[in-house]
């Protein structure tokens, strides 16, 4: 079956998933499984449509810290899929606010504790960022965050970083796990905006830890992890 007439059955997947997650809240309202089961299920059906294999490395290093930070690079909404086949135990994501306002999707992102932040100013988003690190402390859950805060649509490399995380990841004392796709380049073409079958490579660096990092310790942070996973990439694309 040509790509472009897998969408479709992607796309209906995906529904059909997230809406199990959903009717799975309102049996178990507040479980942080809920979200994994709906984004694993995703995953699961919608690489198998797209042809789409995933190769992992150092699976060993998920769900070792708890809690943790997973810091992944962001390329397109593939990284939902791949990123998502992998989810960690307790996860939870953080948001932006007006996510809650989205029928139906909202209610999974109610019913399964996920955490929302209000980025409409700094000091806002600055008491967003301490009541989660607070939240993180005390019920040792996992978080996921793009550090990029967007795709990277040339294909290579990784955009700046934004801080947010790594402040999060120090006020809450969470060990950042750094997870790395290999480029999108020969499976995607963004100029066409096409997708084909095939393998991707992903890896998880060990453990980052923050105990005892002050705010004033970002700015080095987040140059190590940025450093490592940009080792990584360079690693998984010529391998």
Not at 5 to 10: G, H, S, V, Y
Not at 105 to 112: D, E, K, P, T
Request: aromatic share 10%; hydrophobic share 45%.
């Amino acid at each position: 079956m040509r790509i472009y007439l897998r969408w479709p059955f992607a796309v209906l997947w995906f529904l059909l998933s997230y809406g199990c997650g959903t009717v799975l809240c309102l049996v178990r309202w507040g479980n942080r499984e809920n979200f994994r089961f709906a984004t694993q299920m995703a995953s699961w059906g919608m690489l198998k449509v797209m042809g789409i294999e995933t190769q992992w490395e150092n699976e060993a290093y998920l769900n070792r810290d708890m809690p943790s930070i997973y810091m992944g690079n962001h390329q397109s909404m593939l990284d939902v899929m791949t990123f998502g086949s992998r989810a960690p135990k307790n996860l939870t994501l953080v948001v932006k606010k007006e996510i809650q306002w989205v029928p139906v999707f909202n209610i999974l992102m109610w019913g399964s504790r996920q955490l929302f932040i209000d980025r409409s100013n700094r000091q806002k988003s600055v008491e967003s960022l301490k009541r989660i690190a607070e939240i993180l402390q005390e019920q040792k859950i996992n978080v996921a965050i793009a550090p990029e805060g967007t795709r990277n649509k040339t294909g290579q490399g990784l955009l700046p970083f934004k801080k947010g995380g790594f402040h999060l990841a120090i006020a809450a004392q969470a060990s950042i796990v750094p997870v790395v796709s290999a480029p999108l380049a020969p499976l995607y073409d963004w100029e066409k905006k096409r997708l084909k079958p095939g393998t991707l490579k992903l890896r998880f660096l060990e453990p980052i830890p923050t105990k005892g990092l002050v705010d004033t310790d970002v700015d080095q942070l987040m140059e190590r992890v940025r450093s490592a996973m940009l080792k990584a990439q360079e690693e998984l694309s010529s391998g």
